[in-house]
């Protein structure tokens, strides 16, 4: 099932060492992936140096072409590609196959996008001179995607570097390999030709610090960390590369008394605990307005308390494993501190010891305050920490003392109100009565130490574009 081996110029290959891949629902090793280094991360730049100049000559159309051969081949095997990421990721099936959707998503549009990038022709100031613009492609990407995941973070830089004509290095999560190595394979079986992608899997840091170091990378794509992504940040200023940031976020969720109740219960429960609290854009604090807070707790403890926790293979689980240990010791230090600060959890918590992997109940806790920890570090776990507030002016600023502004949420059935709050939030993406707004043909991306570009729409093909100007003397 699982592919154990490297991308480079079309080639699989091995590697000395290995790593080994365990199954955070049962921690046994499923597979393992070479330990590549420097030598690797250089030789995948070669292969996609190499490949470049015949990639980015072909039209957008011939580019598009070989993209939808591969959607469809994707589409094809949503469901093995679905088991992989469940066995190595810990999300529920379900899931799993959802992301794929997600994940193949970008590849049809942006197919169609590449089609779409346009110049300019500038009126010259000077009779006997003609001025345009026109757009090409940036060149080898180095692309780094974490763990939570594993197919969409890749498909969300590749789509759209393919369709403008780059070629791609890639160093997926050494937690979660095989999704992208497969979403490799399929690539090359769709013809895609060698060396346009290439999969190094190892130690990040030094395969980092290669293409960091190499004057052909002419841009960093990361998804992960803002610690990670400072560290590159830092790094990229060597050779002057373009850099795209995804980072960490912080997403407050605001509830007025003039929300819909039952799509304020269901919005958050969906936004906190899809892929158990462990993406970017999951809610990690509520603000609910003092006169329907108890109402409103009530009914999200209850709903939470209904979540069936367990191994994302089995039918009908809405919350697997967390993905390590730390992970799991993270969201139990937040529950204590904020107990230890005067948080009332009303439900959830525990542990699961009686199961093998990282499984904790998801909780709720009410009477939370500003200075507790899960109300400033990203929680990136099911833990849901209710606060009030009285003034919508008082939620807004609160909810915008954050150094994250990735994405925010605000339910409410009054139209003033959520422009307001819609208009003077501090986040990337806003979601107003709505959970899950990300999707292809929008512009993902954050504010502040949320990141840098944005990933999605149009605008995240010209992460890929470099703009030239033409000037004709006649
Ligand atoms: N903004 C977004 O779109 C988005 C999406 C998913 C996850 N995230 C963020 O990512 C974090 C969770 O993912 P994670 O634990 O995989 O993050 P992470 O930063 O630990 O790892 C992300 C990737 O970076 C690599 N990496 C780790 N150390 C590195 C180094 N020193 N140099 C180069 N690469 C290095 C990892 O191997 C992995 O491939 C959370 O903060 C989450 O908010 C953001
Ligand atoms: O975790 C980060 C992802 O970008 C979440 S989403 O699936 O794109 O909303």
Same mark, same amino acid.
């Given at each position: 099932?699982?592919?154990?081996?490297?991308?480079?110029?079309?080639?699989?290959?091995?590697?000395?060492?290995?790593?080994?891949?365990?199954?955070?629902?049962?921690?046994?090793?499923?597979?393992?992936?070479?330990?590549?280094?420097?030598?690797?991360?250089?030789? /995948?730049?070669?292969?996609?140096?190499?490949?470049?100049?015949?990639?980015?000559?072909? +039209? &957008?159309?011939?580019?598009?072409?070989?993209? *939808?051969?591969?959607?469809?081949?994707?589409?094809?095997?949503?469901?093995?590609? /679905?088991?992989?990421?469940?066995?190595?990721?810990?999300?529920?099936?379900?899931?799993?196959?959802?992301?794929?959707?997600?994940?193949?998503?970008?590849?049809?549009?942006?197919?169609?996008?590449?089609?779409?990038?346009?110049?300019?022709?500038?009126?010259?100031?000077?009779?006997?001179?003609?001025?345009?613009?026109?757009?090409?492609?940036?060149?080898?990407? &180095?692309?780094?995607?974490?763990?939570?995941?594993?197919?969409?973070?890749?498909?969300?830089?590749?789509?759209?570097?393919?369709?403008?004509?780059?070629?791609?290095?890639?160093?997926?999560?050494?937690?979660?390999?095989?999704?992208?190595?497969?979403?490799?394979?399929?690539?090359?079986?769709?013809?895609?030709?060698?060396?346009?992608?290439?999969?190094?899997?190892?130690?990040?840091?030094?395969?980092?610090?290669?293409?960091?170091?190499?004057?052909?990378?002419?841009?960093?794509?990361?998804?992960?960390?803002?610690?990670?992504?400072?560290?590159?940040?830092?790094?990229?200023?060597?050779?002057?590369?373009?850099?795209?940031?995804?980072?960490?976020?912080?997403?407050?969720?605001?509830?007025?008394?003039?929300?819909?109740?039952?799509?304020?219960?269901?919005?958050?429960?969906?936004?906190?605990?899809?892929?158990?609290?462990?993406?970017?854009?999951?809610?990690?604090?509520?603000?609910?307005?003092?006169?329907?807070?108890?109402?409103?707790?009530?009914?999200?403890?209850?709903?939470?308390?209904?979540?069936?926790?367990?191994?994302?293979?089995?039918?009908?689980?809405?919350?697997?494993?967390?993905?390590?240990?730390?992970?799991?010791?993270?969201?139990?230090?937040?529950?204590?501190?904020?107990?230890?600060?005067?948080?009332?959890?009303?439900?959830?918590?525990?542990?699961?010891?009686?199961?093998?992997?990282? !499984?904790?109940?998801?909780?709720?806790? *009410?009477?939370?305050?500003?200075? *507790?920890?899960?109300?400033?570090?990203?929680?990136?776990?099911?833990?849901?920490?209710? +606060?009030?507030?009285?003034?919508?002016?008082?939620?807004?600023?609160? /909810?915008?003392?954050?150094?994250?502004?990735?994405?925010?949420?605000?339910?409410?059935?009054?139209?003033?109100?959520?422009?307001?709050?819609?208009?003077?939030?501090?986040?990337?993406?806003?979601?107003?009565?709505?959970?899950?707004?990300?999707?292809?043909?929008?512009?993902?991306?954050? !504010?502040?130490?949320?990141?840098?570009?944005?990933?999605?729409?149009?605008?995240?093909?010209?992460?890929?574009?470099?703009?030239?100007?033409?000037?004709?003397?006649?």
């Amino acid at each position: 099932m699982y592919i154990q081996k490297m991308y480079i110029n079309g080639e699989w290959k091995e590697s000395g060492e290995v790593l080994e891949v365990r199954n955070p629902a049962t921690l046994e090793v499923i597979g393992s992936i070479p330990k590549g280094g420097a030598e690797e991360a250089s030789a /995948a730049v070669d292969a996609a140096y190499q490949a470049l100049k015949a990639w980015s000559a072909m +039209t &957008a159309n011939e580019r598009g072409a070989l993209m *939808m051969k591969w959607h469809t081949l994707i589409d094809e095997h949503t469901q093995e590609l /679905a088991k992989i990421m469940t066995t190595e990721q810990g999300k529920p099936l379900k899931e799993a196959a959802g992301e794929i959707a997600y994940a193949n998503s970008f590849i049809s549009w942006y197919a169609e996008e590449g089609k779409r990038v346009y110049g300019q022709t500038i009126p010259a100031s000077s009779p006997n001179k003609r001025i345009w613009v026109q757009k090409q492609p940036v060149g080898v990407i &180095a692309a780094i995607t974490p763990w939570n995941f594993p197919a969409s973070m890749i498909t969300r830089k590749v789509a759209p570097a393919l369709a403008a004509g780059c070629t791609v290095v890639l160093k997926p999560s050494e937690e979660t390999p095989f999704t992208a190595l497969k979403l490799a394979d399929l690539a090359g079986k769709a013809g895609i030709p060698a060396g346009v992608i290439n999969v190094v899997t190892g130690d990040a840091a030094p395969i980092a610090e290669a293409w960091q170091r190499d004057e052909r990378v002419r841009k960093i794509s990361f998804t992960g960390s803002t610690a990670v992504g400072k560290k590159l940040m830092q790094g990229a200023a060597e050779t002057v590369k373009k850099i795209s940031l995804e980072l960490g976020g912080h997403a407050p969720f605001i509830v007025t008394a003039n929300a819909d109740l039952d799509k304020a219960v269901d919005g958050l429960i969906a936004s906190k605990f899809r892929n158990g609290g462990q993406t970017c854009v999951c809610t990690n604090r509520v603000y609910v307005e003092e006169s329907i807070a108890d109402a409103f707790s009530q009914r999200v403890a209850q709903r939470t308390s209904d979540l069936k926790v367990g191994n994302g293979m089995d039918e009908g689980v809405d919350i697997g494993p967390l993905i390590n240990a730390k992970a799991v010791e993270k969201v139990q230090r937040q529950i204590e501190d904020a107990k230890a600060k005067g948080g009332q959890v009303l439900t959830g918590g525990e542990v699961l010891h009686e199961a093998k992997g990282y !499984f904790i109940k998801p909780a709720v806790i *009410m009477n939370a305050t500003d200075e *507790m920890e899960c109300m400033i570090e990203e929680t990136f776990g099911p833990l849901a920490p209710i +606060t009030t507030f009285r003034t919508l002016e008082e939620a807004v600023e609160r /909810a915008n003392h954050s150094p994250y502004g990735l994405a925010a949420y605000v339910f409410t059935e009054q139209i003033k109100e959520a422009l307001y709050v819609a208009e003077t939030l501090e986040y990337g993406i806003v979601g107003v009565n709505d959970p899950l707004p990300s999707t292809a043909q929008a512009p993902f991306g954050g !504010f502040k130490q949320s990141g840098l570009g944005r990933e999605g729409g149009h605008f995240g093909i010209e992460e890929y574009l470099e703009i030239k100007y033409i000037s004709l003397g006649l």
